[in-house]
T-cell receptor
Framework: KQEVTQIPAALSVPEGENLVLNCSFT??????LQWFRQDPGKGLTSLLL?????REQTSGRLNASLDKSSGRSTLYIAASQPGDSATYLC?????????????FGKGTKLSVIP | NAGVTQTPKFQVLKTGQSMTLQCAQD?????MYWYRQDPGMGLRLIYY???????DKGEVPNGYNVSRLNKREFSLRLESAAPSQTSVYFC??????????????FGAGTRLSVL
């Protein structure tokens, strides 16, 4: 059974700092990996999706990397801002046609201090 | 641009009562999902519907039933609510076409308390 772990569970950084969030998964047979953002009391918003054949994806100040063989992904946030404060979750999709179920990590709660 | 709409946003039930959580998407997506989110447990899949007319169990289906009413709507029913079903419920949808990469789009959630 796939298990997804995110460490640390919470992180507090001063504004402007670059930071890295970690995600690890136990089964390297994945189709893709997604990073989501969740604001308090809200639903999830997809930030980046990396296919299993890719090494990284970038969107603005966000860069996600994937090392499938080692079962790891990182989300790099450059020049953090207070508006980046949220919980970040990663999720993996298994391979195979019709396999749409995602397995989520429990998330890292990020606080960016002005 | 509604996306995924869930109703109600909040609900309080007594043990043994029944209710249906509603979900509708306007993105013409094939697949829809119901998750629950509990502190310290993360999101867990309850049921999903890969396409109109099909439903399948996820990780935690006990105590729930679902109906894929049409391509837009996917409802979750609690027949006899229990305190263990106190949670935040999220509905999601995805296109599941080769070029869509299965990005899932989430609703805002339903916060359910069972007393």
């Amino acid at each position: 059974k796939q298990e997804v772990t995110q460490i640390p569970a919470a992180l507090s950084v001063p504004e402007g700092e670059n930071l890295v969030l970690n995600c690890s998964f136990t089964d390297s047979a994945i189709y893709n990996l997604q990073w989501f953002r969740q604001d308090p009391g809200k639903g999830l918003t997809s930030l980046l999706l990396i296919q299993s054949s890719q090494r990284e994806q970038t969107s603005g100040r966000l860069n996600a990397s994937l090392d499938k063989s080692s079962g790891r992904s990182t989300l790099y946030i450059a020049a953090s801002q207070p508006g980046d404060s949220a919980t970040y979750l990663c999720a993996v999709r298994p391979p195979g046609a019709g396999s749409y179920q995602l397995t989520f990590g429990k998330g890292t709660k990020l606080s960016v201090i002005p | 641009n509604a996306g995924v709409t869930q109703t109600p946003k909040f609900q309080v039930l007594k043990t043994g009562q029944s209710m249906t959580l509603q979900c509708a998407q306007d993105m013409n997506h094939n697949s829809m999902y119901w998750y629950r989110q509990d502190p310290g447990m993360g999101l867990r899949l309850i049921y999903y519907s890969a396409s109109e007319g099909t439903t399948d169990k996820g990780e935690v289906p006990n105590g729930y039933n679902v109906s894929r009413l049409n391509k837009r709507e996917f409802s979750l029913r609690l027949e006899s609510a229990a305190p263990s079903q106190t949670s935040v419920y999220f509905c999601a949808s995805s296109a599941n076409e080769p070029t869509a990469k299965n990005i899932q789009y989430f609703g805002a959630g339903t916060r359910l308390s069972v007393l």
